[in-house]
């Protein structure tokens, strides 16, 4: 059973340019979720699927964030027209069933805006 | 109040000795409760879980619940410089989406 997959694992990007970043769950994983943490915090939440359905999107989250999970398989975070304060690490985690089940993350995307 | 609260530290502990985490959160609603470990660099990976009121333990790790206090702590015994990392509290708000506290950075001192 493999983990959960994120791609890429760096990305540096100038300001103003759209990046995108995909989530794949472990497999069977009904429940994914996609998280944003800079230094010395916690994973901020950002939005979270069951299924394909997307249940919320925190409303700290710019209109320039954008989540999909097409067929309730793997995701996509876009961001647009990024900026500097963008800079994060980004998570994907997943789980089965619904809420209060182990989340497992993945490895993390690290974005760098410059 | 915010949903998950943990003290930042960081909180210094001599190896060999008992490192006593601790996390309030606001949702009385919520079930379960989650302690996840982060070293530097690197995602959180899932140490211990807790539902009921009381203690779990598991190795060298004790989760401690007390729902009518809304607490939960993690003790770390024979604490070791391997455990020297970030540990983040997080709870199911609703009982549904997951929210982490901002952490605690532990050093366990040789």
């Known amino acids: 059973d493999t983990g959960v997959s994120q791609n890429p694992r760096h990305k540096i990007t100038k300001r103003g340019q759209n990046v995108t970043f995909r989530c794949d769950p472990i497999s069977e994983h009904n429940r994914l979720y996609w998280y944003r943490q800079t230094l010395g915090q916690g994973p901020e939440f950002l939005t979270y699927?069951?299924?394909?359905?997307?249940?919320?999107k925190s409303r700290l989250l710019s209109d320039r964030f954008s989540a999909e999970r097409p067929k309730g398989s793997f995701s996509t975070l876009e961001i647009q027209r990024t900026e500097q304060g963008d800079s994060a690490m980004y998570l994907c985690a997943s789980s089965l069933g619904t809420g209060g089940n182990t989340i497992y993350f993945g490895e993390g995307s690290w974005l760098t805006v410059v | 109040q915010k949903e998950v609260e943990q003290n930042s530290g960081p909180l210094s502990v001599p190896e060999g000795a008992i490192a006593s985490l601790n996390c309030t959160y606001s949702?009385?609603?919520?079930?379960?409760f989650f302690w996840y470990r982060q070293y530097s660099g690197k995602s959180p990976e899932l140490i211990m879980f807790i539902y009921s009121n009381g203690d779990k333990e598991d190795g060298r790790f004790t989760a401690q619940l007390n729902k009518a206090s809304q607490y939960v702590s993690l003790l770390i015994r024979d604490s070791q410089p391997s455990d020297s990392a970030t540990y983040l509290c997080?709870?199911?708000?609703?009982?549904?989406?997951?929210?982490f506290g901002k952490g605690t950075r532990l050093h366990i001192l040789p």
């Open positions: 949702d009385r609603g919520s079930q379960s």
């Open positions: 997080a709870v199911p708000f609703r009982d549904d989406k997951i929210i």
């Open positions: 699927f069951q299924n394909e359905a997307q249940l919320e």
